[in-house]
Nanobody, 127 residues
Framework: QVQLIESGGGSVQAGGSLRLSCAAS????????MGWFRRAPGKEREFVAA?????????????YYADSVKGRFTISINNAKNTVYLQMNSLKPEDTAVYHC???????????????WGQGTQVTVSS
């Protein structure tokens, strides 16, 4: 059974930082695309970032970001730990949301159609 478990959420003031982790179990995702999405209160889930391998089982990967987080967030992966991270710096109140990690997109990696999803972790940024 595949599981994605997020951690690292919390409450911070604007300008602060958090690092989210997504630990995968049940299979290895080293050759897959993994993404982060978020859902703010009253809004639809939106794409945040994704990491996609150029070549299987290598360290060559491309990362992609939503315009709203570009330059502030960084996605990375530790193959040995089967874990993907989202480093979030210069946080803003509008970043407040439940953040979900996902693996194995069904199509476009920025669309919220993935085979596997985590339960989410809450991030709250106060002004």
């Amino acid at each position: 059974q595949v599981q994605l478990i997020e951690s690292g959420g919390g409450s911070v003031q604007a300008g602060g930082s958090l690092r989210l982790s997504c630990a995968a179990s049940g299979r290895t995702f080293s050759s897959s695309t993994m993404g982060w999405f978020r859902r703010a209160p009253g809004k639809e889930r939106e794409f945040v970032a994704a990491i996609r391998w150029r070549r299987r089982y290598t360290s060559y990967a491309d990362s992609y970001y939503a315009d709203s987080v570009k330059g502030r967030f960084t996605i990375s992966i530790n193959n040995a730990k089967n874990t993907v991270y989202l480093q979030m710096n210069s946080l803003k109140p509008e970043d407040t949301a439940v953040y979900h990690c996902a693996a194995d997109p069904l199509g476009d990696f920025s669309a919220d159609e993935y085979n596997y999803w985590g339960q989410g972790t809450q991030v709250t940024v106060s002004s």
